[in-house]
Each structure stands twice: as C-alpha cells, then as structure tokens.
C-alpha cells in the first residue's frame, strides 16, 4: 500500500519548470528589451504597458534614460550576471549596449548625472566626456542615490569580463575610478556632488562638532559639496571601490576605501549625543541640505554608518572601526519611539524628535508631515550589533580580514521560474498592474513595464537555467556510460 500511495503522490506532483521554455522565454524577454524599451542601449524606471509614456525619478522624453538604479547600470548588471550564469552570447551583446550608452553619458567630471540625454540639443546642456564642451555645460557628477557608483560598479565588472579587450570600456572605467579618488577631500569624506577633484581643498581635518547655533530657517544656498551621508552616499562609495578593488586588486581602491571609514570615525558627533549627522559643512558642523533636511543627529544614515564600518573592519582586521559603536548603539537605543523606530531628525542639544509640516516647518508634531519623505525610519540596532559580535570574534580569533567570497545562492524555486515564463505576454513583456507616479493624478496608466520586474524575473530565469545546466553536468559525470552527453562549449551552446 504504501509502494502504491508514493506512486500516485508522485503522479500528482505538478511538474518542475522546462529548461528550455525557461530559455526560450529569457531570449524573447532580452530581444524585447533591446528592441523595443532601450533607448541607445539605456533604460529607465517604468513604462507603460504601450511604451507610450515613461519615467525614472521623474517624467521622461523619449531621447531620456537613467542612470540611477534600477535605470541602465542595474539592467546592463543583470545582463552581465545573466552571462556570467549562462554564457549565452547575446547577453553579452547586451550588456555591452548598456555599457556603451553609459561611455556617451559620463560627465568630463567623470561620474554621471541622473539622466543621459541623446538628442543632439539636449545633449548640449551637458558636459559628456564623449562631446565637444559647449558653454556653460553641467558637469556635475553626483554620487547621490548610488547613481555615478552603480556606472562604476558595472563598468569595472563589464571590463573585467571583457578581459579589457573593449579600449573604450576600459577607459571609461579607468576615467571614473580616478574621478571619484580624486573627488575625496582630504579628510576621507565625499559630497554629494562633484565637478573637479577635492584632494587639494585645503579643508582641515577635523572631528566632528555641534555648531554654537543653527537657524531653524532654511538658509538656501548650495549643498552638494558638503560632506554627505545622506541616501548613503559614503556606504556606497565605499563600497564601490571595494568592490572594484576585489576585481582590479589595485591597492589606492582599498586606501581610499579605507580614508571614507576614517572620516566616518571623525564624523561621529561628540557626547552625549554619539551618533551621526545627515550632512557636514567643511567646519564638521551638522548642516542643513535641503529645506526638509535640518542639522540634526540622524536615525537613519547613523545606522548606515555603523553597517559601513562593521563591514570595514571585516575587510581590514582593524578594530579601530567598530571603536564607535558600542555608544552608538547605546544612544539610539534611548532614541527609539514608542513603536520601536527611530525619528529621521533629533535635535541637537535635547534629543527631541523633529518633524516638518507640509508647510516646510519645523515642528516637534509629527501630525501633519510631507508624504514624498520617511521622517522615522525602523531599527535595525539588534542586527547591528549581532554584527558587531560577529566580526569582534572574527577579529580576535585572528580570522580576519577576510575577502567576501561569491556566495553560491539557491536556485529560484519551482513557482517563481513558471511564474516567469507564464507572465511574458506575447511580444516577450512582462507586463503588471501599476501606475507612473510622474505624469499625473489625471494619468489612467494601470498597466505599466518595470525595470526592476524585467531585472528580477531575468535573475531568475538564468539562475535556473545554470542551476539546470549542473544538474545535468552531475548527472553526466555518475553515468559513464550515458550514451548522450552534454558538452557545454565556452559560449554555453549544448553540443
């Protein structure tokens, strides 16, 4: 009887994905992406289901793309490790479309602006390295939202995999990586913006310290050379230039890397209030950016911080960089708000919380706040400091530092992988329920195309798809006498 029930359990289980529906359905996903959503190899945010209407962190023309993620550094990433999985050729190809679009948008700062434009009039406004300067060009690259450092990031591994063969690849790369070393101030910090190096500024370096007295007035004026942690611009530059320092094992990639953690150390604001401020001015008093961004000591980039320098000592073995955080800790732990987050903002002096009307008033209510902004953030101090206890017994049981490994992964699941191949419609889109925040509330948009869907659902296509190819390798390794072998040539063509 029970031979009999796991027969028949077996008859009813659902069937596992097909390898080569799988495949097929990434091809056609691909070569509509390239087709038919890329403009000169770049990507935006969001379109709608028609590709009529389109978007990043804003409404877009149709010569537009993005640079920030999930724009076209996260596409042309996810074609590369979609490659790197599988080895089919027209990833590549793709890939290096992406790569391409991103050469034409690098400023002659070296970085990128959020958007690239194409059309040769607009493309005057800008100072693309690929150009002739016209006057008065923009040509400030911002390191604001991991914009100019996921171009990085893809370049560098874009070239990697190339073996440095693409001249035009690798100098762009080369080209960024100087910029952003040069755009450090000598004290290891970055701003949220640059348009020429800051190693010469002539900046003290300097601990940080609480001002005499802050207006509670938006002063106006410009932020973006202020020293910035603000949407985590110091986390990931740092670990930019890690990441391109495990690929290139050029050491000034891991000094400079190291000097961003020094500041961090400087950047800690005395007792008794130990934590960290959104932005510095170049006296590393806590400053305002914009005119909901007050000086303050900061619930949500302070835990960035200490993420940042747990993962430095890690890397380095030094222990000078988990020195501030056990009072860290212990301060934002008497910050918490009855439900168990953090405010954005505490104000300097009282550790009160601060909040803004959609007036842009500073107030200590937090009844009548903007929606566009988090004015609290949620904790993560318990995974902090599990972090912390982490990499200190690494470190004193001589373990560290340690190179981060790639980690093997799971293969998708069953569910996901027919999910995908169900949901492309039949020109090869994923097409889902959805708005354009940017064209208005009157837009009747209810069917959009994502990036981040197309980014998701290809990661897992090629996740199985390379999961599916070892398991066949295995199988072939236990059965000698298989009378048909599966022979993967270096493109990933099966023979």
Sequence with gaps: MSVLLAILALANQTPGPDSVAAERAMERAVRFFRSSVACNGGYLWRYSADLSKREGEGKAEPDCVWVQPPGTPAVGMAYLRAYESTRRP?????????????????????G??????????ARKRYAYRTDELPPGALN????DDDMSQSAIRFLVHLDHVLGGRDRVVREAADYALDAIIGAQHPNGAWPQGFSAP??????????????AQWSRVHPGGRYWDHYTLNDDVMGTTIATLLDAHDVRGEARLRDAAVRGGDFLILAQLPDPQPGWAQQYDADMHPSWARKFEPPAITGGESQQVMRILIALAERTGQTRFLAPIPKALAYYRRLLLPDGRLARFYEIGTDRPLYFTRAYNLTYDDGDTPTHYSFKVGSRLDAIERELRRVSELIRAGKAPLKPTPAAGTPPSAEAVRQAIAELDDRGAWVEAGRLQYHGDTDDTDRIISCETFIRNLDTLS????AERARVSRTSSRTPNAKHKVRVDTDGDQR
């Design 112 to 121: 990128w602006s959020h958007e690239i434009r194409f059309d040769p009039a």
């Design 90 to 110: 027209y990833l590549l190809d793709a890939a290096r479309e992406a790569g391409g679009c991103l050469v034409r948008g690098q400023l002659r700062s070296g």
């Design 463 to 466: 996740r199985f798809i390379a």
């Design 140 to 143: 400030v690259s911002t390191l």
């Design 198 to 211: 800051n190693r010469s500024s002539g900046r003290p370096v300097k601990a940080a310290s609480f001002p």
